[in-house]
């Protein structure tokens, strides 16, 4: 099993991107509640996460938020890859605390996808990794029971629980709150 939260980690050079945000880019920071990007406006940003936690959030019709995925330190956030293609976002991507993350402007990327053979290929990579990526989970909503999808959750990142709420955690696994809150009670 992977160590990382979000798989596609392992299968991308990590190192080129954080190197690229950190050399090109230039540290922000990201209050708690404040979005990296918004639905409906372009993600101006690819960024190398310094310190703290962020969540990929989408809305129902009626307002409720679903939570499509997580990110938290030494890790990638960006609206991939819709950012490069210069499309409105589909998702929020939230800041649940204070962040520290080294930015690096889209149109930057772009450039440097423009006049960097290796660099292009690296985007490729990356973006065929998180697609597998969320393939996956997909799958998984479908073929795994929400005990399972805990189960494996919690195996692979149990300190989750101090990173994210649990009304988070839960809207991620697709169930409610309180069937988070049972599943959790029976672990104990």
């Given at each position: 099993m992977?160590?990382?939260?979000n798989?596609?980690?392992e299968?991308?050079?990590f190192?080129?991107?954080?190197?690229?945000c950190?050399?090109?880019?230039?540290?922000?920071?990201?209050?708690?509640?404040?979005?990296f990007?918004?639905?409906?406006?372009?993600?101006?940003?690819?960024?190398?996460?310094?310190s703290g936690?962020?969540?990929?959030?989408?809305?129902?019709?009626?307002?409720?938020?679903?939570?499509?995925?997580?990110?938290?330190g030494?890790?990638?956030v960006?609206?991939?890859p819709?950012?490069?293609?210069?499309?409105p976002?589909?998702?929020?991507i939230?800041a649940?605390?204070?962040?520290?993350?080294y930015?690096?402007?889209?149109?930057?990327?772009?450039?440097?996808?423009?006049?960097?053979?290796?660099?292009?290929?690296i985007?490729?990579h990356?973006?065929?990794?998180v697609y597998?990526?969320?393939?996956?989970?997909?799958?998984?909503?479908?073929?795994?029971?929400?005990?399972?999808?805990?189960?494996?959750?919690?195996?692979?990142?149990?300190?989750?629980?101090?990173?994210f709420?649990?009304?988070?955690?839960?809207?991620?696994?697709?169930?409610?709150?309180?069937?988070?809150?049972?599943?959790r009670?029976?672990?104990?």
């Amino acid at each position: 099993m992977s160590d990382n939260f979000n798989k596609y980690i392992e299968q991308i050079d990590f190192n080129a991107w954080r190197d690229v945000c950190v050399s090109k880019g230039t540290l922000r920071r990201f209050a708690k509640g404040e979005e990296f990007v918004s639905i409906g406006r372009v993600g101006r940003y690819i960024g190398y996460i310094v310190s703290g936690a962020l969540k990929y959030v989408a809305y129902s019709v009626d307002g409720t938020e679903h939570v499509m995925g997580l990110v938290f330190g030494d890790g990638l956030v960006a609206d991939w890859p819709f950012c490069l293609y210069e499309q409105p976002a589909k998702l929020a991507i939230i800041a649940v605390s204070d962040c520290e993350i080294y930015c690096i402007p889209t149109k930057e990327v772009n450039e440097i996808i423009d006049t960097d053979p290796e660099f292009k290929d690296i985007v490729m990579h990356s973006t065929e990794a998180v697609y597998s990526t969320v393939y996956d989970r997909y799958i998984d909503l479908y073929c795994k029971s929400p005990h399972r999808r805990y189960d494996e959750l919690v195996t692979r990142h149990p300190a989750l629980f101090d990173l994210f709420s649990l009304k988070d955690i839960a809207s991620f696994l697709n169930i409610t709150p309180t069937h988070l809150s049972r599943l959790r009670k029976n672990d104990n």
